[in-house]
C-alpha cells in the first residue's frame, strides 16, 4: 500500500485538476490521477478534453478563422485594402497546438507550486475508497484516500448510421486536425459543437451542410435569439437542414455518401469529410469496481447529490460525468465546492447561474430561463430587448448584429433570464449572470451607470425596456 491522501482526484480536467488545487491549498494532502499521455507515449497531459480537444483549441480556430474571415470580406467596407488574403493552414495548426502546450504545461506548474502530486496512469475506483492505477506498461499501484472525486469527463457520442474511421468520419477531435479544407463538409448535429466547428471550416472556404434531427433549431436557447442567430448562420453560408435524420454514411471513392430523411422524403449528399456531432456521454468506461458502492444510470451518468456527493461514504463526483449541463466552467465549480465541502465548509453551486455560450459569429449566450420555460410554467414575466444595430460601438467595430433580452419576474422584476446574440455575447452575459446571482431587479440595472460608448449599453438599454422606457430605440405601447 502508498501513501495515503486527503483527497485523490481521478481525471485532470477543468473538474479535476481545479479540485484538486483547491483541495491542496485547503491544507489536503492530494494526488490527481490521468492517463491520458503525450504522443511520445512517454509523458502525461494535463487539462483533459476541455484543454487538450476541447474548449481551448476550438476557440483558436474560431478566432484565427474569424480574423481570416473580417480580412478577406470585412476589410473593403472600412477602407482597409487587403487583396488575396491566403489562409496557411498548417500555421494555424501549429498556433493551435501551441496555445494547448503552454496551458497544459501550465497546470503541471500548478500542481507543483501547490503541492499536488501527479500520478500518470489509468484510475480506478475501488471499495472502501481505495484507487487503483495502471500505468502505461500494465504495472498497477493501489492508493488509498479520505476522500476520492470522480472527474473523468466525457467523449463523442458515436452513432451506428455513421461510425467514426479517424480519417471521413470524425468526431469533434478529429476536426480540429484536418490538414486541408474540405471542398464539401457535413456535420451531424446542429448544436453548439456542430455549429462551432462548421463556422471555423465554412469561414475558410467549406461548403458546409449541417444536418439536424429536430424541427427546432437550438431548443434550449430563447427563441427570439435562436432565430435571429439562425438567420445570420443562413447569411453567412451554413446550410442547415432541420428536421434531418441520417440513415447512413459509407465512404466511397474518397467520398462520404451520406443519406438522411426529412419530411419531403430521402436524400442523399456527398461530402469530402463527415463530423459527427451528436452530442457526448460520460467517460466511465471501466472507471469503478463492482463492490466500489457508486451508482450510475443507464447512460453511465454517476447519481450525486445537490452537493455531488455520491451513496458511498467519502466518494464525490464532479462534471460531464454527473447531471447537469456538460460545460468545463460547471465542473470547475463544482470542482471548488467539493474540495471546500471535503475541508468543512459549506458552499453550493448556483445551477441557476450557470451560462451557456456557442463561439460562433454571432456569439450566442444565455442564463437563466427562456420566455418557452416561463410560458410553460405559466410565469408572468416582462421583456426588454435592444438590438446592436442601434448601439454605436457596435456599429464602429462593423458587428452591430444581434439584440441584448432581459426578462424579468412581473410581480418582483427580478431577473431570471438574460439572453445575448451578438458580438462579444460571451462577455456580455457575465454581467447578467452577476446581476442574477445578486439578485438583482431589471430597475438595478436601468439605474447603473454604463460607459458610452460600449456593448454594454445594450444590457441598459434592454434593462430600460424592460418598463418601456430604453431612451435609443423606440418602445412598445402598453397595453391598456
Not at 483558436?60 to 467596407?77: D, N, P, R, T, V
Not at 446581476?435 to 441598459?460: I, R
Request: hydrophobic residues 40%; charged residues 25%; glycine residues 10%.
Amino acid at each position: 500500500m502508498s501513501d495515503k491522501y486527503d483527497v485523490i482526484v481521478i481525471g485532470a480536467g477543468p473538474g479535476g485538476y481545479v479540485a484538486a488545487i483547491k483541495a491542496a491549498q485547503l491544507g489536503l494532502k492530494t494526488a490527481c490521477v490521468e492517463s491520458w499521455t503525450a504522443e511520445d507515449g512517454k509523458a502525461q497531459v494535463l487539462g483533459g478534453t476541455c484543454l487538450n480537444v476541447g474548449c481551448i483549441p476550438s476557440k483558436a480556430l474560431l478566432e484565427i478563422s474569424h480574423k481570416f474571415e473580417e480580412a478577406s470580406h470585412g476589410y473593403e467596407m472600412q477602407g482597409i485594402i487587403a487583396k488575396d488574403v491566403k489562409m496557411d493552414i498548417s500555421k494555424m495548426m501549429e498556433r493551435k497546438s501551441g496555445i494547448v502546450k503552454q496551458l497544459t504545461g501550465g497546470i503541471a506548474g500548478l500542481f507543483k507550486s501547490n503541492g499536488v502530486t501527479s500520478i500518470h496512469g489509468h484510475g480506478k475506483l475501488l471499495a472502501n475508497r481505495k484507487v487503483e492505477v495502471t500505468d502505461k506498461d500494465g504495472k498497477t499501484t493501489t492508493y488509498e484516500a479520505e476522500n476520492v472525486i470522480l472527474a473523468t469527463g466525457s467523449k463523442p457520442i458515436q452513432i451506428p448510421p455513421a461510425p467514426f474511421d479517424g480519417d471521413y468520419i470524425v468526431d469533434s477531435e478529429g476536426a480540429l486536425e484536418f490538414s486541408e479544407v474540405p471542398k464539401r463538409l457535413g456535420v451531424i448535429g446542429a448544436g453548439v459543437i456542430g455549429l462551432e466547428l462548421g463556422s471555423v471550416w465554412a469561414r475558410l472556404g467549406a461548403e458546409v451542410t449541417v444536418l439536424e434531427a429536430q424541427d427546432t433549431f437550438l431548443p434550449a436557447v430563447d427563441q427570439q435569439v435562436a432565430k435571429d442567430a439562425l438567420k445570420q448562420f443562413q447569411k453567412q453560408g451554413l446550410n442547415i437542414v432541420m428536421g434531418a435524420r441520417m440513415t447512413g454514411a459509407e465512404v466511397k471513392r474518397k467520398l462520404v455518401n451520406v443519406t438522411y430523411e426529412d419530411s419531403k422524403g430521402k436524400h442523399e449528399a456527398k461530402f469530402d469529410k463527415l463530423i459527427v456531432a451528436v452530442g457526448r456521454r460520460p467517460y466511465t468506461d471501466n472507471l469503478l469496481s463492482e463492490d466500489a458502492g457508486v451508482q450510475m444510470d443507464e447512460r453511465g451518468f454517476i447519481f450525486v447529490d445537490d452537493n455531488c456527493k455520491t451513496e458511498a461514504p467519502g466518494i464525490w463526483a464532479v462534471g460531464d460525468v454527473v447531471r447537469g449541463p456538460m460545460l468545463a466552467h460547471k465542473a470547475s465549480e463544482e470542482g471548488i465546492m467539493v474540495a471546500e465541502r471535503i475541508a468543512g465548509h459549506k458552499p453550493q453551486v448556483n445551477y441557476d447561474c450557470i451560462p451557456n455560450v456557442i463561439y460562433t459569429a454571432p456569439e450566442v449566450a444565455w442564463v437563466g430561463k427562456t420566455e418557452e420555460q416561463l410560458k410553460a410554467e405559466g410565469e408572468e414575466y416582462n421583456v426588454g430587448t435592444f438590438p446592436f444595430a442601434a448601439n454605436g460601438r457596435a456599429m464602429a467595430a462593423n458587428s452591430a448584429s444581434g439584440l441584448v433580452k432581459i426578462i424579468a419576474d412581473a410581480k418582483t422584476d427580478r431577473i431570471v433570464g438574460f439572453h445575448v446574440v451578438g458580438p462579444q455575447a460571451s462577455e456580455i452575459v457575465a454581467q447578467g449572470v452577476i446581476a442574477m446571482e445578486f439578485g438583482s431587479s431589471a430597475e438595478d440595472l436601468a439605474l447603473t451607470c454604463f460607459a458610452h460608448p460600449t456593448l454594454s449599453e445594450s444590457v441598459h438599454e434592454a434593462a430600460l425596456a424592460v418598463g418601456g422606457g430604453a431612451i435609443h430605440i423606440a418602445n412598445r405601447r402598453k397595453k391598456k
